[in-house]
């Protein structure tokens, strides 16, 4: 059931997209702005209870769901609602835009247009950039969306479904992530920012949950790009990155496609002036990283990001589908 489930979200997904302002997104909003008014006292137990009832609320509400409809209902009925789920939690198009927009604007030679959008995606000072350094941002940025969007979503997604779990574990991941990040920008815009405590519980946690993840994602990577060098820069150049999940993805990367990545990282425009900023995608910026080695990146390396992430999709459904062809015949 589970390959079925992924399979009509993307599509489903591919034709009608998600749109930036939706109800589920506005709802989850006020959830994570909920508990954290009213649970985070500034203390460190209080950011754990804060942070579990933010995602584990929601998982376990989907996953009762699931269990619900296969008891009264039938198991059809619970599939459609794993569908439903998958697609508000999985997708490309719900950060594709931004890439595909910037990689049309390098293709035509604007690149005011493409920095200015850089800026808009990522809230960002890119006022500055050559063309190169737009591209290995892009890809950078593209890749860990790629991560958070779809690949993490699907490992959190397959193993708790398998459980019998149905699309909680694909809720508790997106939740994960993305009240870390909501809460760090709450605290940069808001007039009640959430304390250390609470964000310093969501970064610890969140690190834990996607450290498997990350990993399943740079070996697709690897498995469906150049292999032996996306293994040699993960285990040479993951370590040099500020964030050890994040490296290791972007290290695979950069040896999948033989790219350049690492690097001086954009100052976020909301802490222009600290070496602990965060980018709109919640991974922090910080002194320059030492780059990993390979090809400048060219405009040319976001068609091969493009193959690389579609493959890797691709490798995921051959595996859910012989999986799930395996679970029928035995």
Not at 11 to 38: D, G, K
Not at 88 to 109: C, E, N, P, V, Y
Request: a neutral charge.
């Amino acid at each position: 059931m589970s390959f079925f489930a992924i399979l009509f979200a993307l599509l489903i997904e591919q034709v009608r997209p998600l749109a930036r302002h939706n109800p589920i997104h506005a709802l989850l909003r006020a959830w994570a702005r909920w508990t954290s008014t009213n649970f985070d006292a500034g203390k460190p137990q209080h950011g754990w209870v804060t942070w579990g009832l933010a995602v584990f609320v929601p998982a376990i509400t989907v996953s009762a769901v699931h269990w619900l409809l296969i008891a009264f209902v039938g198991w059809p009925f619970a599939l459609v609602w794993s569908i439903a789920v998958l697609y508000i939690t999985l997708g490309f198009r719900q950060f594709s835009h931004h890439f595909t927009a910037i990689r049309d604007a390098l293709d035509a030679g604007d690149e005011a247009r493409a920095r200015e959008l850089l800026a808009q995606w990522q809230q960002v000072d890119a006022s500055e950039l050559p063309r190169s350094e737009i591209v290995r941002h892009v890809i950078e940025y593209s890749v860990l969306a790629a991560h958070r969007h779809v690949f993490g979503v699907l490992a959190w997604y397959c193993i708790p479904a398998a459980l019998g779990f149905g699309a909680g574990g694909a809720v508790f991941y997106r939740m994960s992530e993305f009240v870390g990040r909501y809460w760090k920008y709450r605290t940069r815009t808001d007039a009640q920012p959430s304390s250390p405590a609470l964000q310093e519980a969501a970064a610890k946690a969140w690190n834990v949950v996607d450290w498997v993840p990350a990993r399943a994602t740079a070996l697709a990577f690897a498995v469906v790009g150049s292999f032996e060098d996306a293994v040699d820069c993960w285990r040479n150049y993951a370590q040099r990155f500020p964030n050890d999940n994040d490296g290791v993805i972007l290290a695979a990367t950069s040896g999948a496609v033989n790219v350049r990545l690492g690097g001086e990282s954009l100052q976020s425009k909301f802490t222009p002036n600290t070496s602990q900023a965060f980018t709109a995608s919640g991974a922090r910026v910080v002194d320059a990283t030492e780059s990993t080695p390979g090809r400048e990146a060219e405009v040319g390396h976001l068609r091969s990001i493009v193959g690389l992430v579609w493959r890797s999709v691709v490798l995921w459904m051959v595996l859910l589908a012989l999986l799930t062809l395996a679970r029928l015949l035995g």
